[in-house]
């Protein structure tokens, strides 16, 4: 479908230059001379390259909508990851580059969302948040509990992540895995 270059939003995903690009920022300019634009930062949904276009209001791009499926994470085969329909069992490899550093948080039976376009996976959505289990981190020091300086600490899937001082070897923790950020102790 077409749609004016100023109506792009981030998470919006066009087709332009002969691939897929999912709009990560976008700022509108109005120069003190001639037409305004809108200033957009693109990131390719194949190998994750980005890309700073302009586009006038004037300019028609064609926007792209996927079809989102929910699967269930099976295993991971050498850089594969396997992955099953929850409708219709059916497998999907995807190459673990697509998810990138966040294919550390998978775990059996996660459910994520792949989105397709033309029956081709372009990328997944992981979930908001995982529990995982710290495996390494700095004693406890003594009064550390109630101030906020942080720690660093390994989790059981080898990512570090800086974590409160009053969180100890074998805490099990809520992590957001699209940047590995501590969120809170995990209620077990």
Same mark, same amino acid.
Request: aromatic fraction near 6%; include cysteine.
């Given at each position: 479908?077409?749609?004016?270059? !100023?109506?792009? =939003?981030p998470? #919006?995903?066009?087709?332009? =230059?002969?691939? &897929?690009?999912?709009?990560v920022k976008t700022s509108h300019v109005k120069p003190g001379k001639g037409g305004a634009f809108a200033q957009i930062e693109l990131r390719n949904l194949k190998d994750g390259t980005k890309l700073n276009e302009r586009f006038r209001s004037?300019? #028609?791009? %064609?926007? +792209?909508? &996927?079809? %989102?499926?929910? *699967?269930?994470f099976l295993y991971k085969?050498? %850089? !594969?990851?396997? *992955?099953? !329909? #929850?409708?219709? *069992?059916e497998q999907v490899n995807i190459n673990e580059k697509m998810i990138g550093d966040q294919s550390a948080f998978l775990q059996d039976g996660m459910n994520v969302i792949i989105n397709s376009y033309n029956d081709e996976p372009?990328?997944? @959505?992981?979930?908001?948040?995982c529990i995982e289990e710290i495996v390494?981190?700095?004693?406890?020091? =003594?009064?550390?509990?109630a101030s906020s300086? *942080?720690?660093?600490?390994?989790?059981? @899937?080898?990512v =570090? +992540?800086? +974590?409160?001082?009053?969180i100890e070897v074998g805490t099990k923790i809520v992590v957001r895995p699209s940047d590995s950020a501590y969120v809170e102790k995990a209620k077990v």
């Amino acid at each position: 479908m077409k749609v004016n270059g !100023n109506t792009i =939003k981030p998470g #919006n995903v066009i087709e332009h =230059k002969s691939g &897929l690009w999912i709009a990560v920022k976008t700022s509108h300019v109005k120069p003190g001379k001639g037409g305004a634009f809108a200033q957009i930062e693109l990131r390719n949904l194949k190998d994750g390259t980005k890309l700073n276009e302009r586009f006038r209001s004037s300019e #028609n791009i %064609e926007r +792209v909508i &996927l079809e %989102e499926s929910s *699967f269930i994470f099976l295993y991971k085969e050498d %850089e !594969n990851l396997i *992955f099953m !329909n #929850n409708q219709t *069992f059916e497998q999907v490899n995807i190459n673990e580059k697509m998810i990138g550093d966040q294919s550390a948080f998978l775990q059996d039976g996660m459910n994520v969302i792949i989105n397709s376009y033309n029956d081709e996976p372009v990328s997944v @959505n992981m979930p908001d948040t995982c529990i995982e289990e710290i495996v390494e981190a700095d004693a406890v020091i =003594k009064g550390q509990t109630a101030s906020s300086s *942080f720690k660093p600490a390994v989790l059981k @899937n080898g990512v =570090k +992540v800086m +974590v409160p001082g009053h969180i100890e070897v074998g805490t099990k923790i809520v992590v957001r895995p699209s940047d590995s950020a501590y969120v809170e102790k995990a209620k077990v």
